[in-house]
Structure formats: C-alpha cells, structure tokens
C-alpha cells in the first residue's frame, strides 16, 4: 500500500473543464508538495503547503492542505492541454528521513 | 530543473554488466535522494544520503544495489550484475536541508538487454 494515495489514477476532460485530485494519507505529514512531470522529464515542483487548513494559488491551479495535514486537494479550473502531464504529491512525516511520493494522477486535456 | 545534472541520460547494460547513475546535485545541496519510476507509474523511493553518510535505504533492493555521495563529487547509484527487471528510469533529487523543497534531475533512463 502506498503511503500517500493519489485519486484518481487516470483523467481524461475536455478543455475548459475544471477538475480535483486528491492526495490522502493516514499519517500527518510536516509538508506536502505537488509535482507537475511531462514524458521524459523529471518532477517539477509546483507548490509546497505547509500549513493545515492552507490555500495556495498558482494561476489556474488551487492547492489546499487538510487541517489535520493528512490529505491535500488540487484543483483546476478551465483546464488546458498544456496542463496533460502526470501530477506527484509528495510528503516527509514528522520525524522521518523519507520524502515518498504517491503513484501520481496521469492528466490528459483534449482539445 | 537544470540544476540537477544526472548523466548518462539513457544508458544501455547486458545482463550481467553493472550500471553506474551520477547525480551531481544543485548548488549548496548536500541531501539526496534516489527514486525509480517504471512507466505509467509514479516514484519509488529507494535511498536518502547526506553528505558521506547513508540516511534512509529502506526503499533500496538489499543484494545488486548500492549508492554514495561523497564528500567531493556526485552521488552515484550502482547496480551490479543488472537483469532485464532492472530497466527503469531513476530519477535523483537534491535538497538544501531534509524540510526544504526538492529539485529533481531529468533521469536516466536504464535499459537491461
């Protein structure tokens, strides 16, 4: 079983739609990050949220941490095909040496 | 980001060979970590490493493989006596300290044949 687990695996929209993944846990987690990673390249980070309840915004894109930071949400709104790539959260518990990452939710944003 | 170097980028190994992934981390980073990713998949943790010292491998095969990072020079990820099941891309992130943010290098991408 994963530590961070990802939902859903697979989305496929129409552009303009707007769409959330998830990222849930049962452990508290000092900080969670989102990565953004296309075909043939590595991670890129899009955002770290550190505190519980926390909303950060990035363009289109909406992050939130759960209040009891077991569990974060992304978000966008109006999707575009630039935004098709595979979406990672990742997270180091509290007194743990281990970034883990979740399997990732693969995006696919049709014209 | 650039400013992780791995290399090689592709890298091709006979069963039975050993592979060798460099990692040369950004600036002023003195952790990282290796992960591997078989397509269609996400990250596996497999080793976190400070300076000269080996923090984390619980993610990390016991027999075959083996990682580094010195205190001069790039971390290195060795996998001796490859097999087919070892093809893989293995991605390496470097921090500042263990909280702050990871950058990820573009990969290297191993094949077995």
């Known amino acids: 079983t994963q530590l961070l687990e990802q939902s859903p695996q697979f989305l496929s929209i129409q552009e303009g739609e707007n769409l959330t993944v998830y990222c849930n846990s049962s452990?508290?987690?000092?900080?969670l990050q989102w990565y953004r990673q296309e075909p043939g390249e590595g991670p890129v980070l899009l955002v770290t949220v550190v505190t519980g309840g926390e909303v950060k915004k990035l363009k289109r894109l909406t992050f939130q941490f759960g209040d009891a930071r077991k569990d974060s949400s992304l978000h966008i709104t109006a999707a575009q095909p630039g935004d098709t790539g595979l979406y990672l959260c990742?997270?180091?518990?509290?007194?743990?040496?281990?970034?883990?990452f979740g399997a990732g939710t693969r995006l696919t944003v049709k014209p | 980001n650039a400013g992780v170097m791995q290399n090689p980028r592709h890298l091709v190994r006979r069963r039975g060979q050993e592979a060798r992934l460099r990692c040369s981390p950004m600036k002023g980073h003195s952790h990282v970590y290796w992960y591997r990713q078989l397509p269609e998949e996400g990250l596996k943790f497999m080793v976190y490493l400070q300076k000269e010292n080996i923090i984390d491998e619980s993610g990390m095969p016991k027999e075959r493989f083996s990682a580094e990072f010195p205190k001069e020079g790039p971390s290195i990820l060795r996998i001796q006596q490859v097999v087919r099941g070892d093809s893989a891309a293995y991605f390496c992130?470097?921090?500042?300290?263990?909280?702050?943010?990871?950058?990820f290098g573009q990969g290297t991408r191993l094949t077995v044949v």
């Open positions: 992130a470097s921090l500042y300290t263990r909280d702050t943010e990871a950058f």
């Open positions: 452990s508290v987690f000092s900080s």
């Open positions: 990742a997270g180091a518990r509290r007194g743990n040496n281990d970034m883990r």
